[in-house]
């Protein structure tokens, strides 16, 4: 080593340890709290959502079992569940009261797009005659336009009718 030579004095360079990933600064903190909350207040409306509409969900499915065989009764079956998904939707309302036009009425208010128009005239005397037939086109029909409304009629919040 000579003594005059400045460059032969230099030691290594020593690098700094690095730096620990834990403890977490404040700042991640703040981020981990706020991803938990918005997860959960996420996971609340989901699940809120999902019971809310499960009334929807066991109505389509007793809708897919009503009987192909005598096509009055199933008229009346259909009528019968559509005021049992009314009363569930719309649990401050009377639907008891309400005449079979009066509710049919309620039901094209409470749909988005128009349902149940081309109801016969007599379609009245067609639930409590036992000796009429019922087409089961008409039937069909209505069981369409009943799925529609089941799955697509306005929130209790959203509806202006009032019984």
Request: hydrophobic share 45%.
């Amino acid at each position: 080593m000579n003594p005059t030579d400045p460059l032969a004095q230099l030691k290594d360079i020593h690098l700094p340890e690095a730096i620990s990933w834990w403890p977490l600064a404040f700042g991640w903190w703040v981020i981990g709290a706020t991803c938990i909350f918005i997860i959960v207040i996420a996971t609340r409306l989901i699940l809120k959502h999902f019971f809310a509409q499960r009334y929807r969900r066991q109505a389509l499915t007793q809708l897919k079992t009503l009987t192909n065989s005598a096509q009055h009764q199933r008229l009346m079956d259909l009528l019968s569940l559509l005021k049992q998904v009314a009363s569930s939707a719309y649990p401050l309302q009377n639907f008891a009261s309400l005449s079979h036009n009066e509710f049919i009425i309620f039901l094209q208010k409470s749909s988005p797009k128009m349902v149940f128009e081309a109801l016969p005239e007599d379609w009245e005397q067609l639930l409590y005659a036992e000796n009429t037939t019922v087409s089961s086109d008409l039937v069909d029909q209505l069981v369409v336009q009943s799925r529609y409304w089941i799955k697509s009629h306005f929130r209790a919040e959203k509806l202006e009718y009032n019984c």
